[in-house]
């Protein structure tokens, strides 16, 4: 399995400002996926990334709200842009493993939106 | 559109008797159901998962069902412990777009009590 770190872990931004996460991976990895999980919701997914091309957004999600990083194959970064109250959640990376399509997923970003 | 619904927010069970909880499904496409347990502050683990061509899977104390016909599946986790306390979601997997992609339900809240 890989291991995954996320920073900030948690944080409390202003409305109208932009927070950059970050997604850190032990293992060289093709594909890296951003989510989100709003209050007492499930998870949902953002954006797919894949190295070396530009993210894949799903529908609802944009690049200019969501811009994504994917320098190389262990690093990936997820910007939230011009924040409001409704971005208030917690935002999880993972990564795509060979076997049984299993997606392992960072620890999370709580963030907090006043 | 709920492609994956898991219709019990909450579940509670006495220690040492059996857990069972569902996922329905509408998309007769998806190829492999995952089940992900959460605890609070941590993001989601992988815990098992099972192909479309396949109606069981077990590890250990968890056994998943697939209902093809039904378009549902189950977890049943026996015996239940204290520790498997935590929110629970089921996951199908489509290959879209040259990945694969997981669709959540919006999870069941698992208490055991001693």
């Known amino acids: 399995s890989a291991v995954i770190s996320q920073k900030p872990s948690r944080d409390i931004c202003q409305r109208g400002t932009s927070l950059t996460i970050q997604c850190q991976v032990d293992s060289q990895v093709t594909m890296m996926f951003w989510y989100r999980q709003q209050p007492g919701q499930s998870l949902t997914l953002i954006a797919t990334?894949?190295?070396?091309?530009?993210?894949?957004?799903e529908s609802g999600f944009v690049i200019d709200k969501f811009p994504i990083s994917r320098p190389n194959l262990t690093f990936s970064t997820l910007t939230v842009s011009n924040m409001s109250p409704e971005d208030s959640s917690i935002y999880l990376c993972s990564v795509e493993w060979a076997a049984d399509n299993e997606q392992f997923f960072g620890p999370g970003t709580r963030l907090t939106v006043l | 559109d709920q492609q994956v619904k898991q219709n019990s927010p909450s579940l509670s069970v006495q220690e040492g008797r059996i857990s069972i909880l569902n996922c329905d499904y509408t998309n007769s496409m998806f190829d492999y159901f995952l089940w992900y347990k959460k605890y609070p502050a941590e993001g989601p683990t992988f815990l098992i998962s099972i192909s479309s061509i396949k109606d069981k899977n077990e590890d250990g104390r968890f056994t998943v069902f697939l209902n093809k016909s039904a378009k549902h599946l189950s977890l049943h986790i026996v015996p239940s412990q204290p520790g498997d306390s935590a929110v629970y979601f089921c996951?199908?997997?489509?290959?879209?777009?040259?990945?694969?992609?997981?669709?959540f339900g919006a999870g069941t809240r698992l208490a055991v009590h001693p």
């Open positions: 996951a199908a997997s489509t290959f879209s777009g040259g990945y694969n992609k997981l669709i």
């Open positions: 990334a894949n190295q070396g091309s530009e993210a894949t957004y």
